[in-house]
């Protein structure tokens, strides 16, 4: 996952920013605008991928309760709306661990085609998903518990989730390298013995 797998989260991001008691309406519209702006194909990005269709679905639904409920039937979405959107991408990544992983989709636009059947891409894109899914399930927990408690909010809803997601970001740089270093090195290396 790199440049072009992070605009898929840009409606996410728009809606964490943007969304508060009072302003989750048009947190979900904005994000929902961009999902569907990044929905179109353009020349530098590749097919459409889960990420952008669970965009769109899900904030379109968001932007059509907030336009046709009444007020008073959405309060518990005013408050658990980034516990939700949090929880919402946990099921996604960690549901797509029983087809195609999340993050496998953006590595095969980076990958030769021979490499994508391999126990070396397979095991990492597993690895990959299961860890942001992971961190996205880990920020739902997160924002619930903020709405339980009279203090630090802020870190429990913003702090620990970006320095997860800082994290996520950061292994998902690491840990390909690793794995194909360890899968190309000669199986008996670890057990010949220091030169002389």
Do not use: C, H
């Not at 970006?162 to 970001?169: D, H, K, M, S, T």
Request: proline share 6%; charged share 15%; no cysteine.
């Amino acid at each position: 996952m790199g440049g072009k797998s992070f605009r898929g989260f840009v409606p996410w991001i728009i809606f964490w920013v943007v969304a508060g008691p009072s302003s989750w309406e048009y947190a979900a519209g904005g994000a929902f605008l961009a999902a569907l702006i990044l929905l179109f194909p353009s020349g530098d990005r590749g097919s459409i991928k889960m990420l952008d269709v669970v965009s769109l679905v899900f904030f379109g639904a968001l932007t059509i309760a907030g336009l046709f409920l009444d007020r008073s039937q959405l309060d518990w979405l005013e408050d658990y709306s980034q516990a939700i959107s949090s929880g919402a991408l946990a099921i996604m990544v960690l549901g797509s661990l029983a087809f195609v992983p999340f993050t496998e989709q953006y590595a095969r636009e980076q990958a030769p085609k021979e490499v994508w059947g391999t126990p070396t891409f397979k095991k990492i894109n597993r690895v990959l998903t299961l860890v942001w899914g992971l961190v996205f399930a880990a920020s739902a927990v997160l924002g619930v518990i903020a709405e339980q408690v009279d203090t630090g909010k802020n870190w429990l809803n913003w702090i620990i989730p970006i320095v997860l997601i800082v994290g996520a970001f950061k292994f998902t740089s690491w840990y390909p390298d690793q794995v194909r270093g360890a899968a190309a090195a000669p199986p008996d290396a670890a057990s010949r013995p220091p030169a002389a």
